[in-house]
């Protein structure tokens, strides 16, 4: 067992160092100190790859020496696996291979750039051994479902001039042309998205783990209690503001869930929840930081690169829908707990940490914004951010974190972004092929010859499709996917570039939660004890207050127009409110009392005609809705006053 320690610890010091290295040359080029583009983003991907793949000897060791639970971004337990020493050997010829074929890439960058695509034999050869490590690189990290997707788009780039059929074949490229694509040219394929992951994201992830390192988490939970002690069922306070806090930071729902539901979980199990509705709440939560800025799973820099807009623009767009999910996520709970009379939260909260701790987040958090907003680039931003937190963290009292807290937070944060950035890189080749052979253009000439010529049905086509495309892949792969495959055809039926992008990626985003994959609820059930199935349910019940949203900013533009926000909004956005209320009050069968079931069919009538007053816009069906919520309103009104007066009679 010292064996294995001493592998694990020797393998630790060369990734810091690198990890350190390469913050440090990531700093430099934010300042514009690094000119030649083919040499710097060749750098980051060598360094990812040496990264990533001593990641994987450490893993295999943890898991060798009984380590702590680990679960990957798919959902995955990272201990049910077996052929320890077959995946032992594997990790090491990753680890090799791709030092050698990025060193080999780095060392004649500028070369290959400039003779591309008339590559030598050797440089081929090289190429293949950068396209083989990489993805079995991503297949340790990220699972066989999302390397499976990668590896048949870059066979269907190689062989798609053997498909008969004519709307999916390909002309007989080169073996060279190809390869350049791929990514030997230094400036496609596995370079097309490493941009966003060393000029965008790397800081900013770091930033996020520092973040956590010095107790940001503990505070947001504590935010959540001082919530939850003024509200019926008040312990999902901590969940639904701790999580999508915590959330719109990290990124990534799956990862949150592993990391806020350990403590959101049992408390809400404690106070009443169900077990499958505890991990529901969480799932949910935690999804709502992969669409509230600043970090939105990644996918809001990928947006601003195909929109070729700044993303501090795509993040302000997203403000409005974001709030909005909270919104109908916050409502459903509160309707599910006055039905089950759900207590306060009684459990008190650390005030005083709040106050000592808050500081740090928000003079961190507010300089980041700041700077987003002025239009700096989010590395400068990133940095900036990590900075002062690493300095305001010293004035935090007893709350101070210590040495090692600080250590363990660096360290995830280069653990987080290797892991992310290898994403990146490896995705890149999926939207190449996409573009390249055009075959997102062709999805979409299939879908308008057999959809109906409708908007909103080839919109509600344009979601199902966007939920199956993106069963169990993280959220940067699903959106993308989603993105060229249904984008040129949405903008082909009339909708708006941003709201096309949007939309998909809300759908790519709700995949988490819809069966059978559903990789943020297979996670939160499994730390809540329920079933795969009632966790979904629940899941989805909560959820169906939000899938109105992507609807509603496709039909009503002015819900992604902050901050140059219009009265134009307001109806908007009290039509969004009032159809996640007569949703939630069908669901849980209940609202001011508990329904019956014709009572529940009526709010279900007046949701309906909400969803077809925003997406057709026929007066008649605002009527209808203002009609039926205010008739039901009244009545339960009147009715729950006299059940309370018979109630008191009878005693």
């Known amino acids: ?21 390469l913050t440090l040359y990531i700093g430099f080029a934010a300042f514009g100190f690094v000119k030649n583009s083919s040499e710097h983003y060749s750098n980051f991907i060598l360094g990812v790859c040496l990264m990533t793949g001593l990641l994987a000897i450490r893993n295999l060791c943890d898991e060798k020496l009984g380590g702590k639970d680990m679960m990957s971004e798919t959902g995955e337990d990272m201990h049910a696996k077996r052929f320890f020493w077959l995946r032992f050997v594997f990790a090491v010829v990753a680890l090799v291979t791709s030092a050698v074929a990025m060193g080999y890439v780095r060392i004649n960058a500028v070369t290959l750039e400039q003779t591309q695509p008339f590559f030598t034999d050797v440089d081929m050869i090289f190429g293949w051994l950068m396209t083989v490590s990489i993805l079995a690189l991503t297949l340790i990290h990220w699972g066989p479902l999302l390397t499976s997707v990668i590896a048949i788009s870059i066979t269907y780039f190689f062989l798609g001039h053997l498909i008969e059929n004519p709307l999916f074949m390909t002309p007989d490229y080169d073996a060279n042309f190809v390869m350049n694509y791929i990514g030997l040219g230094t400036n496609q394929g596995f370079y097309y998205l490493a941009q966003v992951a060393a000029d965008a994201i790397y800081f900013l992830i770091v930033y996020a783990a520092i973040l956590l390192g010095v107790g940001m988490l503990d505070m947001v939970l504590e935010v959540g209690k001082v919530t939850g002690r003024r509200i019926s069922g008040g312990a999902a306070g901590p969940a639904l503001i701790g999580s ?172 987080l972004v290797a892991v992310l950035s290898l994403l990146l890189i490896a995705i890149g080749p999926l939207g190449q092929v996409m573009l390249t052979t055009n075959l997102s253009g062709r999805l979409g000439a299939v879908l308008v010859q057999y959809l109906p010529d409708s908007q909103l049905l080839l919109l509600m086509g344009a979601m199902v499709v966007s939920l199956i495309l993106g069963m169990g892949l993280p959220t940067p792969v699903a959106y993308i996917i989603v993105a060229l495959a249904l984008v040129p055809f949405m903008q082909q039926i009339g909708v708006p570039p941003l709201q096309a992008h949007f939309f998909v990626f809300y759908f790519a985003v709700f995949s988490t939660l819809t069966p059978p994959v559903a990789v943020s609820v297979l996670a939160a059930g499994k730390l809540a004890n329920a079933t795969f199935l009632g966790t979904a349910a629940d899941a989805l019940k909560i959820a169906a207050t939000t899938f109105i949203i992507p609807f509603a900013f496709v039909y009503s533009p002015s819900l992604m127009t902050f901050p140059n926000l219009t009265w134009a909004i307001v109806p908007a956005v009290l039509e969004v409110i009032a159809i996640q209320i007569t949703v939630s009050a069908a669901s849980y069968g209940y609202f001011l009392r508990i329904l019956s079931g014709v009572e529940r069919l009526a709010f279900l009538a007046a949701a309906f005609c909400g969803f077809m007053a925003m997406t057709l816009g026929q007066t008649y069906w605002h009527v209808a809705l203002i009609a039926i919520f205010g008739a039901m309103t009244v009545w339960l009104f009147m009715t729950r006053s006299r059940d309370v007066a018979v109630q008191e009679a009878a005693e």
Request: net charge positive.
């Open 1 to 21: 067992m010292s064996a294995w320690k001493k592998l694990r610890t020797a393998v630790d010091v060369p990734f810091l160092l690198i990890g350190a290295a």
């Open 244 to 415: 999508g806090i915590v959330a719109s930071i990290m990124g990534q729902a799956v990862s949150n869930v592993v990391l806020t539901g350990r403590l959101t979980i049992p408390m809400m199990k404690k106070y009443g929840y169900q077990n499958s509705m505890a991990g529901a709440i969480e799932a949910t939560a935690s999804t709502a930081g992969q669409i509230m800025p600043p970090i939105m799973g990644l996918a809001a820099f990928i947006i601003a690169s195909f929109l070729n807009k700044p993303y501090i623009d795509v993040a302000l767009s997203a403000l409005v829908p974001g709030l909005l999910y909270l919104v109908g996520v916050g409502i459903a709970v509160a309707i599910y707990a006055k039905r089950f009379s759900l207590p306060k939260l009684t459990e008190k909260a650390d005030t005083a940490m709040i106050t000592r701790l808050l500081p740090t987040f928000v003079i961190s958090f507010g300089v980041v914004l700041w700077l987003l907003l002025g239009y700096r680039s989010p590395a400068i931003a990133g940095l900036w951010g990590i900075l002062l937190a690493l300095g305001l963290c010293l004035f935090q009292g007893k709350y101070r974190p210590s040495t090692k807290a600080l250590y363990n937070a660096i360290e995830e944060g280069f653990y």
